[in-house]
Nanobody, 120 residues
Framework: QVQLVESGGGLVQPGGSLRLSCVASGHILRIDTMGWYRQVQGARREMVADTVSGSGTIYADSVKGRFTISSDNAKNTVYLQMNSLKPEDTAVYYC??????????????WGQGTQVTVSS
């Protein structure tokens, strides 16, 4: 069974920065995609950043130039560096990975969510 654990959320003032981390554990054969999504109360969950193994990276228009997704494959970890944060970035952030596990299952796995609040 593969699981994701997120960390790095918190309260920050407008213009500040945060870095989110998400670590996958379990018997992992291959990670096909890594991404970050966010959701505010009463709204749909939206894609923030997504990267595909052997392919490129995409960002939501609202975060381009401010957020950067990166990964450390040896540690099965994905990061989201968030700079120049705005109040409208306030949301619960979820990491997501598409993973082949040790039983050759293809799992779409989500983290538990971490709260990011941007406020003065």
């Amino acid at each position: 069974q593969v699981q994701l654990v997120e960390s790095g959320g918190g309260l920050v003032q407008p213009g500040g920065s945060l870095r989110l981390s998400c670590v996958a554990s379990g018997h992992i054969l291959r990670i096909d995609t890594m991404g970050w999504y966010r959701q505010v109360q009463g709204a749909r969950r939206e894609m923030v950043a997504d990267t595909v193994s052997g392919s490129g990276t995409i960002y939501a228009d609202s975060v381009k130039g401010r957020f950067t997704i990166s990964s450390d494959n040896a540690k099965n970890t994905v990061y989201l560096q968030m700079n120049s944060l705005k109040p409208e970035d306030t949301a619960v952030y979820y990491c997501n990975m598409l993973i082949k596990d040790g039983s050759m299952n293809h799992d779409d796995v989500w983290g538990q969510g971490t709260q990011v609040t941007v406020s003065s």
